[in-house]
């Protein structure tokens, strides 16, 4: 993908999902371990999206590196995150399947050190995205999350720099606040068309 910094950012995101449970395979994020998201990251240079999708859910959950990767035309969907600050994102949504005792059978893999994995069910999947809307805002450099954002120095004068101080620290928070809900209603879109694909609706919680 290009590195024009002026065009979006493209991102696989992998639902993987397993044939015999219809569960769903989820990791934790670096930033934030007791949360869950689906595998995702930058597609590279000479990449399609469906080989970054296997690419990536095999480095962040340890499916097999050798499933065969989705044609662009089985994406599930594509979904545009504008960013006013940094460059926006175009998530390649694809469906990777696997059965869980497969998974389960590689103990190893790019980053079993830094993510914990699970699977779920889509009730439960869910849940889990919708806890993304609800964590404190804090700085982080997740790559789930691209756009960190930057902390306000806490050593600045009381008075009126202090006020200002606040005030751009609620401002930031506020914003960084914005990009989590926004990146939880994407996997939740993801997750319901992930759902009508099979047939299923997903009752809200």
Not at 10 to 33: E, I, K, N, Q, Y
Not at 115 to 142: G, H, Y
Request: charged content about 30%; proline content about 6%.
């Amino acid at each position: 993908m290009t590195k024009d910094k002026t065009e979006p950012r493209h991102v696989a995101v992998s639902l993987v999902c397993s044939p015999l449970t219809g569960r769903l395979l989820m990791v934790t994020s670096r930033a934030h371990p007791d949360l869950w998201i689906f595998p995702k990251g930058g597609i590279e240079e000479g990449e399609s999206s469906g080989q970054a999708a296997v690419r990536e859910s095999w480095e962040e959950a340890g499916t097999p590196p050798s499933l065969a990767a989705p044609e662009d035309l089985q994406r599930l969907m594509m979904l545009a995150l504008p960013s006013k600050k940094k460059r926006d994102s175009v998530w390649h949504v694809h469906v990777l399947e696997v059965n869980e005792d497969v998974v389960e059978c590689i103990e190893q893999w790019p980053e079993s050190h830094e993510r914990k994995r699970a699977w779920f069910t889509p009730s439960e999947c869910l849940l889990n995205i919708q806890e993304w809307s609800k964590i404190p805002p804090s700085s982080t450099n997740d790559n789930h999350l691209d756009d960190p954002v930057e902390l306000v120095n806490d050593h600045a004068e009381e008075g009126d720099d202090g006020d200002e101080r606040r005030d751009g620290e609620q401002q930031k928070k506020g914003k960084q606040q914005q990009k989590m809900e926004k990146k939880a209603g994407a996997m939740e879109l993801a997750l319901r068309q992930f759902m009508e694909s099979r047939g299923r609706v997903l009752e809200n919680q």
